[in-house]
């Protein structure tokens, strides 16, 4: 935390700056209490006039009377956004300097309470640091929008159903479809960056593994020497080869296709196979970087 904020209210008369005219438009423009209007919180007349002479002095002492009054709602406000791995203490760092923000702008003026005017400009603050600095990684501001809410229609289910809600149900509860869901979900992975001597999940091994043997690589590869390879081949040859790979065709079909036996047709694939074999692995030869993994 960059400031101690005060627990108590702080030494000093606050009063001192105030005027008769400050204490007539405090009773003018103080909203009624709930005795008078029901559907409107009520306000303490002493609180209500120290937003008047902020208003119109910005005197510190003033300003820090009203931190004080507010602390506790602002603190609450960082507590119920709070989620695992974000430090609270940062929290609680921005819903205070979001509160003093609203102090210094807050018009009493317009006959609205305090509360009302502060609690979105708190909840906004906070929900943007979620969004610029609680994140590793940045991700989609769409897919962002909707981790929080995924994760609170989560939480809203289990308690109404007694057990872990289904992706569908979750989703249906949105209004998105399973794969936005789905998409959010694996957002959350970029909230925190996990140290590569951290233990592996579900053991005590140090370290995580960092890369993995992805066969789409060489089977990418493959291919790139293979259409390289194909055209070393005569016209027949390639299409035995397309009818019995590609289409399915048996060789029984093929050697009917041609006027011939089924074992012509077996040498006929077997010696394309080798002369194709062959011309990868001189394709290779000269990429030293690619690694040969085809079969036919």
Request: hydrophobic share 40%; no cysteine; glycine share 6%.
């Amino acid at each position: 935390m960059t400031h101690q904020w005060p627990t108590h209210r702080p030494p000093g008369d606050p009063f001192a700056a105030v005027r008769d005219e400050d204490r007539r438009r405090a009773d003018e423009t103080r909203p009624p209490a709930r005795a008078r209007d029901a559907t409107r919180p009520a306000v303490d007349a002493d609180v209500w006039l120290l937003h008047v002479v902020l208003h119109r002095t910005g005197d510190a002492d003033v300003l820090a009377h009203l931190v004080a009054e507010y602390q506790g709602y602002a603190l609450s406000l960082a507590r119920r956004l709070h989620r695992e791995r974000e430090p609270l203490d940062d929290l609680r760092q921005v819903a205070m300097e979001s509160l003093v923000t609203s102090l210094q702008r807050f018009d009493p003026g317009f006959g609205v309470p305090f509360m009302g005017f502060a609690t979105p400009t708190i909840l906004g603050a906070l929900k943007r640091h979620y969004r610029d600095q609680g994140w590793s990684l940045r991700v989609p501001r769409a897919v962002h929008d909707l981790a929080l809410p995924a994760r609170e229609a989560a939480d809203r289910l289990t308690s109404e159903l007694g057990r872990p809600p289904t992706t569908a149900e979750v989703a249906e509860a949105l209004g998105i479809s399973e794969d936005d869901l789905l998409l959010a979900r694996s957002a959350q992975q970029a909230r925190s960056l996990v140290s590569l001597d951290a233990p592996r999940p579900g053991g005590d091994q140090p370290g995580i593994e960092v890369s993995v043997d992805d066969s789409g690589y060489g089977l990418a590869e493959d291919r790139v020497a293979l259409a390289r390879a194909l055209p070393s081949l005569s016209v027949r040859d390639r299409t035995i080869l397309r009818l019995s790979f590609f289409e399915g065709e048996s060789q029984k079909t093929i050697a009917g296709r041609y006027g011939v036996s089924q074992m012509q047709v077996s040498r006929w694939m077997t010696s394309a196979l080798r002369r194709l074999r062959s011309r990868m692995a001189v394709t290779e030869d000269l990429e030293p970087s690619t690694s040969t993994r085809a079969t036919a």
